[in-house]
């Protein structure tokens, strides 16, 4: 049986150094302050943003929210944007993504601040991870990835790692952090030739695909530590599910993350500390 690597602990360890830096940074007189810009209702949006403000109220942070009807104009949205950048004690924003198809989302994430950009939507964002710079903030995923590692003792220097996906929001940035780790990372995707293959020759294995049950069994290999990034609504089942086919390679693995309870618990925290982040940065400068 592998062991469960369940984000709550670490998300709690997190969540307690946190609170005694906010605690830090309110007795000098700033209170760190995440913006929300949310375009219409989206069910998914409406439940990150409720995780997020339950996350940032426990660590006494500060949210306020930018509520857009979905059918709202670009000129709409870029002035929700300019108020959050014009705002000092606003530190940092999130912007939920994918917008409507009739908004300029790269018009948009290029118009916040990158001194506010929470969760590497910007280009400068991006640059900073590409070059292993303080510049920005990685994409809070990505960066929940590993804090799930090290949390639980794994190390990353040196490891073969395979990450499973190839976007701008996991794939690609949370294999630039693996790399500036010294880890040795192969990407592939899901037209990767003998994708069970190279998985499967893998110390550490981070899949973020976007497909359900994307890797089974034969992509698996005994004390391999297993990331499942991918979280699907499963019809048949009722319930989500991650894009490794748990049941098939939980026996086989030596740790793994469950889904939901893994990656996802983290993630919220990560955003939090990037907006504790922003606030002593600002307060430094």
Same mark, same amino acid.
């Given at each position: 049986m592998a062991k469960l690597l369940k984000g709550a602990p670490v998300a709690r360890a997190l969540t307690e150094e946190l609170t005694r830096r906010t605690e830090s940074l309110v007795e000098q007189g700033v209170r760190p302050t995440l913006g929300i810009i949310r375009v219409g209702e989206r069910e998914d949006d409406l439940s990150y943003e409720r995780g997020a403000t339950k996350r940032c109220a426990t660590i006494g942070i500060d949210v306020r929210k930018f509520v857009l009807d979905a059918s709202c104009s670009q000129a709409e949205l870029l002035s929700a944007i300019n108020q959050i950048n014009a705002d000092d004690s606003i530190h940092g924003c999130l912007m939920f993504r994918p917008l409507p198809a009739t908004l300029d989302e790269a018009e948009a994430c290029e118009a916040l601040d990158p001194r506010k950009d929470v969760d590497c939507i910007t280009e400068r964002s991006l640059f900073g991870v590409f070059a292993n710079k303080r510049m920005g903030f990685p994409q809070c995923? @990505?960066?929940a990835c590993l804090?799930?590692?090290?949390? #639980?003792? #794994?190390?990353?220097?040196? @490891?073969? *790692?395979?990450?499973?996906?190839?976007?701008? *929001?996991?794939?690609?940035p949370v294999s630039l952090m693996l790399q500036a780790r010294n880890a040795t990372v192969t990407m592939c995707h899901t037209r990767t030739r003998e994708l069970d293959k190279t998985c499967s020759q893998a110390q550490i294995l981070v899949v973020a695909a976007g497909h359900p049950g994307v890797i089974g069994a034969r992509a698996a290999s005994a004390g391999q530590v297993v990331v499942d990034v991918g979280i699907n609504w499963d019809e048949a089942a009722g319930k989500l599910c991650g894009d490794v086919a748990f049941d098939e390679v939980e026996p086989i693995v030596g740790a793994i993350t469950p889904v939901p309870g893994g990656v996802g618990a983290v993630t919220t925290a990560v955003l939090a500390q990037h907006v504790v982040e922003a606030a002593e940065r600002r307060r430094g400068a």
């Open positions: 995923t @990505a960066e804090r799930i590692l090290d949390h #639980y003792g #794994y190390e990353l220097e040196g @490891a073969r *790692v395979c990450v499973v996906g190839r976007s701008l *929001v996991i794939g690609k």
